[in-house]
């Protein structure tokens, strides 16, 4: 997320947690590159099934609902904090496993890395500078020019440690620039990372 700070609810020292997460992350694209596709799904679809457990537990159950949100609630939105009984709300963890997870089907590992990786890396740095220093917000969107611009450059210069030409390192830089700026539907760590990783199949 690449928002101005005036209308972030949660807090910079928050984001700042969140974002180390997206970077932790990056354990899961590197071992993409080392392993086969057999183990890589067999490690990352239970993860996220797990994960996607977790919040339906903590939708229903009220005291596991307590526990994880004074554990975690201080680095989670409040979109993904609604009440025990509540609706269910998919927290951004569980979206980042099981984009992994589909990425690991459908796509090649090493494009399923690169588009992983690039996201992880753009997403994390756009939030920290477009949430200090954004002042330019998209027209319609809350992240700003700032945010997005530093998304681009950390993209960059991530797909430059992965196996693809650079010609469509840039594209899929771009690409993934213009989607987690734009107000589409469907959470970001799961659109993005999946139309790169196409877009560099349609390109290999």
Do not use: Q
Not at 16 to 45: D, E, F
Not at 165 to 172: N, R, W
Not at 190 to 202: E, G, N, T
């Amino acid at each position: 997320m690449t928002e101005i700070p005036k209308t972030a609810a949660l807090s910079y020292r928050g984001e700042l947690l969140r974002k180390a997460l997206h970077l932790l992350a990056l354990i899961i694209p590197i071992g993409m590159l080392h392993v086969p596709r057999p183990t890589a799904l067999a490690v990352l679809w239970p993860l996220a099934l797990a994960a996607l457990g977790a919040d339906v537990l903590r939708a229903r159950w009220p005291t596991f609902h307590r526990v994880i949100r004074k554990l975690f609630g201080y680095m989670m939105r409040p979109e993904e904090l609604p009440p025990a009984g509540g609706p269910l709300a998919i927290n951004g963890a569980t979206w980042v496993l099981l984009s992994s997870a589909l990425l690991a089907t459908l796509f090649p590992l090493s494009l399923a890395a690169t588009a992983f990786a690039l996201f992880m890396v753009g997403d994390a740095v756009a939030a920290i500078i477009g949430r200090r220093f954004g002042r330019h917000c998209w027209p319609g969107s809350r992240r700003t020019l700032e945010g997005s611009l530093a998304f681009f450059g950390a993209a960059l210069l991530t797909v430059r440690f992965f196996p693809v030409p650079s010609t469509h390192g840039v594209l899929a830089a771009l690409l993934a620039t213009l989607l987690e700026a734009l107000p589409l539907p469907l959470n970001d760590n799961l659109r993005v990372p999946l139309a790169v990783a196409l877009l560099l199949w349609l390109l290999h």
